[in-house]
Nanobody, 127 residues
Framework: QVQLVESGGGLVQAGGSLRLSCAAS????????MGWFRQAPGKEREFVAA????????IYADSVKARSTISRDNAKNTVYLQMNSLKPEDTAVYYC????????????????????WGQGTQVTVSS
């Protein structure tokens, strides 16, 4: 089993920055990729960013690509999402997820790929 705990969310003004953290524990050696997803009220969960654990290749949604950086610290079993130039439309609950089953770029952006999820952290961007 794997446990994921997100932190770093909060209230920020438009144009500000936040760094989200996701601490993983348990059978983390099984991880192939880790991802960030978000869900705004009344909307479906959407992909934000993912990182391949071995190699560090990062993938981003177009909506955040120029403003975000996903990174990992394997020694700490922690993944980070740095988000800059935040916009009100970034307001959502952000979820960290771990994929231990599928390899391939076609999988990393899909929520169904991920078998472990954190509880989420709220990000609110005021205008």
């Amino acid at each position: 089993q794997v446990q994921l705990v997100e932190s770093g969310g909060g209230l920020v003004q438009a144009g500000g920055s936040l760094r989200l953290s996701c601490a993983a524990s348990g059978r983390t050696f099984t991880s192939i990729s880790m991802g960030w997803f978000r869900q705004a009220p009344g909307k479906e969960r959407e992909f934000v960013a993912a990182i391949i654990v071995n190699g560090g290749i990062a993938i981003y949604a177009d909506s955040v690509k120029a403003r975000s950086t996903i990174s990992r610290d394997n020694a700490k079993n922690t993944v980070y999402l740095q988000m800059n130039s935040l916009k009100p439309e970034d307001t959502a609950v952000y979820y960290c997820a771990l994929n231990s089953r599928y390899s391939g770029v076609n999988y990393y952006t899909k929520s169904a790929t991920y078998d472990y999820w954190g509880q989420g952290t709220q990000v609110t961007v005021s205008s």
